[in-house]
């Protein structure tokens, strides 16, 4: 059983990518266009513009919830993701109180931890990233395998 589960993990990985990362960019695109009931406490409104850390937050999910959904530069994208959710956790969630059940800070917290698991196990299957690796190494460049390790 476990053979078939490990041959399986690549496609697991590229949908479990897909879903995090549109998750992620729907959040930045409601609080920067006002869709989807808009930005939290707005009353389907939008942040403004340059507003510190909000707006910042917003484009940092859009952009990079988009990149991570479609498996282009998926590594760094999630590691800027996965930051920008420690330090919303830390920074506005932890003053309220300890324990993400008690300060409203679950959200930040999955995000946080699923965007740095994406970091260490890459695309997975279906992303751009290994379209890119294997059009280069067709070219003749070396390129470095991004399949993830099995345990």
């Known amino acids: 059983m476990s053979a078939r589960l490990n041959s399986a993990q690549p496609y697991v990985i590229g949908l479990f990518r897909v879903v995090f990362g549109l998750l992620f960019a729907v959040h930045g695109a409601a609080s920067l266009f006002g869709v989807l009931g808009g930005a939290a406490g707005t009353d389907g409104g939008?942040?403004?513009?340059?507003?510190?850390?909000?707006?910042?937050?917003?484009?940092?999910?859009?952009?990079?919830?988009?990149?991570?959904?479609?498996?282009l530069g998926t590594r760094g994208a999630a590691l800027i993701a996965s930051g920008s959710m420690a330090y919303a956790y830390f920074d506005v969630h932890q003053q309220a109180a300890l324990w993400p059940i008690q300060n409203g800070g679950e959200l930040s917290a999955l995000f946080c931890w699923a965007f740095f698991l994406l970091v260490f196990t890459g695309s997975g299957a279906f992303g751009l990233d290994r379209l890119l690796v294997r059009r280069a190494a067709e070219d003749g460049e070396h390129a470095p395998e991004q399949s993830p390790v099995a345990a």
Do not use: K, N
């Not at 939008?46 to 479609?70: D, R, S």
């Open 46 to 71: 939008t942040l403004a513009t340059g507003a510190w850390p909000g707006w910042y937050a917003a484009v940092i999910q859009l952009v990079a919830g988009g990149l991570v959904a479609l498996g």
